[in-house]
C-alpha cells in the first residue's frame, strides 16, 4: 500500500504584465493570488510590470535566482498584438520547456472559447529550479489555467506525478 502524501505549500510569487493595469483593476493578478492561497500555498510576492521584455525578464530573473521563490504565473503579454512580448521575454530563461502545457492549455480553452484559443501563446518551462507559467491576461483564461492544469501540478499529492516530486530543494526539508 503506498503511504498518503501529505501537501507541501510552495513560494509562488505573481507577475501582471500590462501598460494599463493598477492594483485596483488587477482582476487576473487578484485571481491567481486568490486561487493559489485558497490551494494552501504561500504568495512569496506580487508585482506588475509593462508590457517590455526586459522589465518582465528582469522581474522573472530576480525570482528564478531567488531560492525562496519555488513557482512563477505571469498573466498578460502572451497574445500577438502591439507590445505581447511575455514569451519571447521568459522563454529565453528557460532550462527546459514544458511544452504540454501550452498545448493542454489551449485544447482545454478550446472548449470554452473556441477557434480564438489560437491567439493565445501560453507557455511554461523551468529555469534554475523554478516552475514558470506564463498565463494569458484575462481572469478567465488565469482561473482555466489554474483549475485544469497548474493546481494539481502543484500538489505534491497529485498521481502519478507531479511537478513538486521533481522539486529536490524542497523534499530535502
Not at 507590445?83 to 521575454?89: I, K, N
Not at 501550452?102 to 472559447?113: L, M, N, P, T
Not at 480564438?116 to 523551468?126: E, K, L, N, P, W
Amino acid at each position: 500500500m503506498t503511504p498518503e502524501r501529505i501537501f507541501i505549500p510552495l513560494d509562488i510569487a505573481v507577475l501582471t504584465v500590462s501598460d494599463t493595469r493598477t492594483e485596483e483593476t488587477n482582476l487576473s493578478g487578484k485571481t491567481l493570488i486568490e486561487r493559489l492561497t485558497a490551494a494552501g500555498h504561500r504568495l512569496a510576492e506580487k508585482r506588475i510590470a509593462p508590457d517590455d521584455i526586459y522589465r518582465i525578464r528582469a522581474v522573472v530573473s530576480e525570482w528564478i535566482a531567488d531560492p525562496g521563490v519555488q513557482v512563477v504565473l505571469t498573466t498578460g503579454g502572451t497574445g500577438v498584438t502591439g507590445r505581447d512580448g511575455t514569451p519571447e521575454a521568459l522563454s529565453v530563461l528557460f532550462d527546459k520547456t514544458l511544452d504540454g502545457f501550452g498545448e493542454v492549455f489551449r485544447a482545454i480553452s478550446y472548449q470554452e472559447i473556441k477557434t480564438s484559443t489560437i491567439q493565445s501563446r501560453a507557455v511554461a518551462g523551468v529555469a534554475n529550479g523554478t516552475y514558470i507559467f506564463c498565463l494569458p491576461g484575462s481572469s478567465g483564461a488565469c482561473r482555466t489555467a489554474w483549475d485544469n492544469l497548474i493546481r494539481d501540478q502543484l500538489d505534491y499529492r497529485t498521481r502519478p506525478c507531479n511537478l513538486v516530486e521533481l522539486m529536490p530543494r524542497l523534499l530535502e526539508k
